[in-house]
């Protein structure tokens, strides 16, 4: 190795790639941000293909370990998250047997749901792909069997949180009737737990509660993963230092979405230096 590639790889901060189909993952890179300063994040947002909770579960299979074999080569993170449940639910295990790093991924919060709820009656908000997935039905079945746990799938609501990132306004009228039927009022017990199941819905956390008729805990993944990052570089040794400075990297497989609420918004989220990059694959 030359000198200055040496120097490259020991000055290098700890390095992690965040995945999703679009911005949804930018709400775990919010927990991450907050919680581990000194990491650096290479963002990588497959747009080209999004959305994925609309896609096959063959196709999704290939994609996704296309894009990020790709990706991990060219940028030898430390840690792979994949910050997508409808990913995470379906290529975990693939992407584990041929990647040499460690593979975080985002899958429904039923367990710490079921385990709080008073009511006995849990939501679980995510993609049409998700609620109905094997891995999902085994989450309930490990952990909530005690529980009535309500699925709702919507890909209107991943499509109002890009929008909402680019700068566009919420319909809280079309936000209540995805609600809808969390709120039913012939149901004997009332839900007050709902599984943000999806990475796009975090972005929307405010607006969904003002939506909801009564109040209710919205659990997401978001704290638990930064929690596991942490943990993964502490046990690799890879130390974070919060006085370098960092330029993070947002990239995109299609167009790149660059205007300037969106840049705002990723600061409000926690990144301070970024870039914004496309490199399209179709
Ligand atoms: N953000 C993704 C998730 O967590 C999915 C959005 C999509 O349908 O592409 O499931």
Not at 110 to 132: D, F, H, M, R
Not at 146 to 152: A, E, G, M, Q
Not at 156 to 182: C, K, N, W
Not at 199 to 207: D, E, I, N, S, V
Request: with cysteine.
């Amino acid at each position: 190795m030359s000198p200055s590639a040496i120097e490259e790889v020991v000055q290098r901060p700890p390095t992690v790639l965040i995945f999703d189909s679009g911005v949804g993952g930018l709400s775990i890179c919010q927990s991450i941000l907050s919680r581990c300063s000194g990491v650096r994040i290479i963002y990588v947002a497959d747009n080209a293909s999004f959305p994925y909770g609309t896609k096959s579960e063959d196709y999704l299979r290939r994609r996704i370990t296309f894009v990020l074999s790709g990706q991990c080569e060219q940028y030898q993170p430390d840690m792979l998250v994949i910050a997508c449940n409808t990913a995470s639910t379906l290529v975990l295990s693939d992407l584990r047997a041929v990647l040499s790093i460690p593979v975080v991924g985002v899958v429904p919060a039923i367990k710490p749901a079921a385990e709080t709820t008073q009511t006995g009656v849990i939501g679980l908000l995510a993609t049409a792909a998700t609620v109905q997935r094997h891995y999902t039905d085994q989450l309930v079945a490990d952990f909530a069997t005690h529980c009535d746990v309500i699925r709702v799938g919507s890909s209107r609501l991943v499509e109002m949180a890009e929008s909402y990132l680019r700068g566009e306004s919420v319909s809280e009228t079309e936000l209540a009737e995805i609600l809808a039927d969390f709120f039913c009022n012939t149901m004997p017990r009332r839900v007050d737990k709902i599984v943000l199941g999806c990475t796009h819905f975090p972005l929307l956390k405010a607006q969904l509660e003002q939506c909801a008729p009564h109040p209710v805990e919205w659990i997401d993944s978001g704290n638990a993963i930064a929690k596991r990052v942490t943990g993964l570089f502490d046990s690799a040794g890879l130390a974070s230092d919060s006085s370098i400075e960092l330029m993070h990297k947002v990239r995109f497989t299609g167009s790149a979405v660059a205007n300037k609420h969106f840049n705002q918004r990723l600061r409000l989220l926690g990144f301070q230096d970024f870039e914004i990059e496309e490199y399209i694959i179709d």
